[in-house]
């Protein structure tokens, strides 16, 4: 009955102890599984297999269709695709200076949210992570990942109805003689940063959780104030989960036309162009060169952030 | 930390201030379902249960959910098996190319979803796909994996090869140690990572409407639809404040699973 | 980014490229060229001969309040009678605006479309939409005369589709809000308006030809004769007037819902509308709001249903569109949407009996003073040749305006 096992190992076979249920040996299976362990090329090549194929393959091989795309045009008339390759759409993009101020708004947007998050996540994230009981702790992460379940589009709807005149902002503010933003880009920057906010805080959380509490200890031991601990220990170490949630708040910024079209009044952001240009105007090849400026602005993003090992905190 | 009992205090504050500004414009949505007035009017005239009553009887909202949570289930399986064979492969392994992988495996979210929504359209006109369920489900897994690949990862990081290598030493077969060993310790970190990556797929919209065919409606895109339509929009109201409150049930469960996550006490 | 990347990016980036040049050189697919006027000949294709049994399911677009199915309100309603009568399943997809029509039919997922004059000749050209038979269409014989075989709806005396109904853009107010009520474009340009912020207008690259419209009424030295037909000097100084009112905008509507829901909450008091819209607020009980067709002259719409070349479901289509156009249902749909019906039995039908007259219905010189909504091309049609603005140049001049 040593089917089971390798050859090299020199081992007697176990005494089952009496009255437990022996295990059903299958040889197909067991040779299968002798064989997978003896050989970690197939093992691992079996595990990249599929998801390789999905992510490089189908993925990254429909962003190339699309991107190829970006050097067609189509007729303006009937809207066919012409595939002769041009730099036209990029030339488009690069001089008219409408594209220009858009994109630096989106990106201006973009910081704007992620900056407005951070400053809000961080005192909770301290409370949840550091000075709430552990009992309300797990009430906390579940209070604050209940809204990512209503949806997106409800969201962004409450605060349609929050800003519009005479709502609720406005209602609040009157008797300060104030009134709310309406609709426009400061709509759009709260509500994108309320949307995005438990995205922040959660990786931000889970990065000061794993800061040990000995260490801040020590800190205080060796005599320093909460805030300098705060700044010189606390900061360094969770700055990776901070540019972590940065990822989702900025990428998720950059290319937004929902909310834009929802609170934005009369602003255009880039995901705007992209969108007009491709579901309106089915216009793909101008749509697919507009896109590439978003995307450029990630990846950029991400090749930076690869260094502070932000990667492993999403 | 030492706080001092001033730190707590306003540390609390701004937890308070935080779950308010989180809360309120969801309370305002659950209000909205009950307030009498169609166009919401602010601060409302009265309240009225007619919008519930009329959302059980909607069709459209009823099968665009189960909609929803047909794709949300398929989604959730495939990137359940992907990204769980990538996280093997990458926290166990050294092969060529494994740094890359982390960025690779993040591009589908972290790209904007008009963009990733594009190219999957483009993808399956040009292949010739007829959009549908599948088209749905396997953009909804394509940017899934990532989040049951970071869970998994972590996870794998946590319990090293230990024990493992202990149930090999054992004789048990690599089947059998996957199924006894490597199974349950995972089994918590799945079912978060399970959970987190349906509410991505439930809540969906942009991929979903470059990849769906007509009539086939998932609940955000139903939402969308009837959002600013003054009958309909206080039935979308009671949906979101129905969607908020059952969300409670699988927060609850994750937490119950996942124990004691704190791993940052020494 | 570290060297391994580059080294492992540079590869695929070169791919990319290889690709886009490789897949350039074979020529544009379609029948017209890159000039952007109208092209040689639509593709030949045949018409329907017969209309068999419902496929049993009908995915059209149309524009909002077209296809009603008691779901905005319970007793406006053609679409239910029309999925019992012929068991063929409606799914409707509103379409805000033309280009969305244009790009939705490209797909080639959905049966048909209500389309208006600047996405007709597009569709008919890129060989979108199948001419239709007018003999499977009983009801099309009593459809006005001045509507049948026009310059957006046929080429070369054959039918591409089966007109519904025509009218105007109004100039909507909230009676509350604005006084005096006005009568006149001027008041959504005026840069001095005392509603400024609250103002709304189309959002189409195709409302620069309202913006012409007011211009030509206005400035007659720019000599516009077409607002669809826009020469370089006359373009740019539309395109300013447009740039000076995005001051005075509060928000852009395509999204009918949002608008009506703008209006009833006062975040928009005055601006261009459809009548559909200003009938839903007036069905509401928060706000009154009022219209008219200001002296300038509008532009509107002569909409027409054409049938996809690719559609899946023909026999129900062809069945759809020989219910719109029915008299009763005609009838129902014009009075929903505030619009003159195309069957001229509707008039009959119609529940308010002056509706016909209120809207012109019969009368063809009113109908033709309306500028409908038609694609510009460079071809200016009349001694100017081909220096007109075509609807690229619309697009991109739009993007700056709302910028």
């Known amino acids: 009955m040593d089917a089971g096992l390798d050859g090299d190992q020199e081992l007697t076979a176990v005494q089952e102890a009496p009255g437990s249920r022996p295990v059903r040996r299958d040889p197909a299976g067991v040779r299968a599984a ?90 909770i994230a301290v409370y949840m992570a550091k000075v709430a009981r552990p009992r309300a702790r797990r009430l906390l992460v579940a209070l604050i990942l209940t809204p990512l379940w209503a949806s997106y589009l409800v969201k962004a709807y409450a605060w349609r109805i929050l800003l519009s005149s005479d709502g609720p902002v406005d209602w609040a503010l009157g008797p300060l003689h104030l009134s709310g933003p309406g609709y426009g880009l400061a709509a759009v920057t709260l509500t994108l940063a309320y ?57 998720l910024s950059l290319g937004d036309y929902i909310t834009v079209k929802i609170v934005g009044g009369r602003t255009q952001l880039f995901g705007n162009v992209i969108y007009d240009n491709i579901g309106v105007a089915a216009n793909l090849p101008f749509a697919a060169a507009a896109a590439v400026v978003p995307v450029a602005v990630i990846l950029l993003y991400l090749a930076l952030v690869r260094r502070t090992g932000a990667l492993e905190n999403l | 930390m030492i706080l001092s009992r001033r730190a707590r205090i306003a540390l609390a ?11 309120v414009p969801l309370l305002l949505v659950l209000l909205n379902s009950l307030n009498s007035s169609r166009t919401f009017g602010f601060p409302p005239t009265g309240l009225t249960l007619e919008w519930w009553r009329r959302t059980l009887d909607n069709a459209g909202a009823r099968s665009a959910l189960w909609t929803s949570v047909k794709v949300g289930l398929g989604a959730t ?12 492969a990458v926290q166990r392994y050294r092969f060529f190319g494994r740094d890359v992988i982390s960025l690779l495996v993040v591009l589908p979210i972290a790209l904007p979803g008009i963009v990733t929504g594009i190219a999957l359209n483009s993808a399956f006109n040009a292949g010739g796909v007829p959009f549908g369920y599948f088209t749905v489900i396997v953009a909804h897994a394509t940017f899934c994996i990532v989040i049951v690949y970071n869970n998994i990862l972590a996870r794998l990081r946590r319990t090293g090869t230990s024990l493992e290598e202990a149930s090999a030493d054992l004789g048990a077969t690599t089947f059998q140690t996957f199924r006894y060993v490597t199974f349950p310790q995972l089994r918590s970190a799945l079912v978060a990572a399970a959970v987190l ?22 609940l955000p895109l139903w939402i969308f639809d009837n959002l600013f339509r003054p009958n309909q929009a206080p039935v979308v109201n009671v949906v979101a404040a129905v969607l908020v409150l059952l969300s409670v049930l699988p927060i609850w469960a994750v937490l119950r699973l996942s124990g004691d996550e704190t791993g940052g006490r020494l | 980014m570290d060297r391994r990347t580059m080294v492992r990016a540079a590869p695929v980036a070169a791919a990319v490229l290889l690709l886009a040049a490789a897949c350039g050189g074979s020529d544009s697919t379609s029948s017209a060229s890159g000039s952007g006027g109208a092209a040689a000949a639509p593709p030949s294709m045949a018409a329907a001969s017969s209309v068999g049994t419902g496929e ?83 009801n099309y014989a009593s459809v006005a005369p001045f509507l049948k075989d026009r310059a957006w709806n046929s080429v070369n005396g054959q039918m591409y589709g089966i007109p519904h109904g025509w009218g105007a853009n ?85 999204d009918y819902t949002k608008a009506v829901q703008a209006l009833e909450s006062g975040d928009t008091v005055l601006g261009t509308q459809w009548q559909v819209n200003v009938n839903l607020v007036n069905g509401g009980s928060k706000a009154k709001v009022d219209s008219v067709v200001p002296k300038e002259g509008s532009t509107g719409w002569s909409d027409t249903w054409m049938i996809s070349s690719k559609a899946k479901h023909p026999n129900c289509m062809y069945k759809w569109m020989d219910w719109i156009i029915s008299p009763k249902v005609n009838a129902q749909v014009a009075e929903w949407f505030g ?40 071809n200016c049609g009349d001694d100017r040749g081909n220096t007109c603005k075509d609807y690229t140049a619309w697009t991109q001049a739009w993007t700056e305006i709302k910028s």
């Open chain 1, 34 to 123: 002798s064989f997978l362990h003896r050989s970690p090329r197939v093992r691992l090549a079996a595990l990249l297999a599929a998801p390789m194929v999905w992510l490089v393959v189908a993925y990254l091989g429909s962003l190339a269709v699309m991107f190829a795309a970006a050097f067609w045009s189509t007729d303006s008339f009937t809207g066919a695709l012409i595939k002769q390759a041009s730099w036209d759409n990029f030339r488009t993009l690069v001089e008219e200076p409408v594209y220009r101020r858009i994109a630096l708004r989106t990106l201006g947007v973009a910081a704007t949210v992620t900056v407005v998050d951070a400053l809000i996540a961080l005192p």
């Open chain 1, 195 to 251: 949307l995005w906010l438990p995205f922040m805080i959660l990786p931000v959380y889970a990065g000061l959780d794993r800061v040990p509490d000995s260490l801040l200890e020590a800190s205080a031991d060796l005599g320093a104030p909460a805030g300098r601990t705060f700044r010189s220990v606390v900061l360094p170490l969770i700055f990776p989960a901070l540019v972590a949630g940065s990822i989702f708040t900025f990428s």
């Open chain 2, 13 to 23: 504050g701004a937890m308070v201030v935080g779950l308010a500004i989180i809360y």
């Open chain 2, 77 to 88: 399986a495939l990137a359940l098996l992907l990204g769980t064979c990538l996280a093997f």
């Open chain 2, 197 to 218: 990556a349906f509410a991505l797929s439930f809540d969906e919209i942009v991929v979903t409407t470059f990849t769906t065919a007509p009539g086939l409606q998932t």
């Open chain 3, 56 to 138: 049993g399911q009908l995915n059209i677009i149309a524009w909002a309040g077209y296809a009603e199915d008691g779901s905005n309100d319970k007793t406006v309603d053609w679409v239910t009678p029309f999925e019992k009568q012929t068991g063929c399943q409606v799914n409707v997809k509103i379409g805000n605006t033309s280009d969305e029509m244009v790009t939705l039919m490209k797909t080639g997922q959905y049966d048909g479309v209500s389309a208006s004059g600047d996405a007709t000749l597009r569709l008919i050209y890129s060989g979108d939409v199948a001419p239709v038979n007018p003999d499977l269409v009983p």
């Open chain 3, 170 to 254: 109004v100039l909507a107010w909230r009676t509350d809000k604005v006084s005096p009520p006005p009568d006149t474009w001027g008041s959504v340009f005026d840069a001095n308006s005392p509603y400024k912020g609250k103002i709304t207008a189309y959002d189409s690259p195709i409302y620069i030809a309202d913006a012409a419209l007011y211009l030509k009424a206005t400035k007659p030295d720019l000599k516009i004769t077409n607002p669809y037909e826009l020469d370089d000097t006359q373009f740019q100084a539309t395109v300013d007037l447009l740039k000076q009112q995005r001051a005075l905008i509060g928000e852009y509507w395509s």
């Open chain 3, 339 to 378: 619009e003159a019906p195309a069957q001229t039995k509707a008039c009959d039908q119609t529940a308010d009996k002056s509706h016909c007259q209120t809207y012109h219905a019969l009368d063809q010189a009113y109908a033709d003073r309306i500028s409908y909504w038609t694609t510009p091309t460079r």
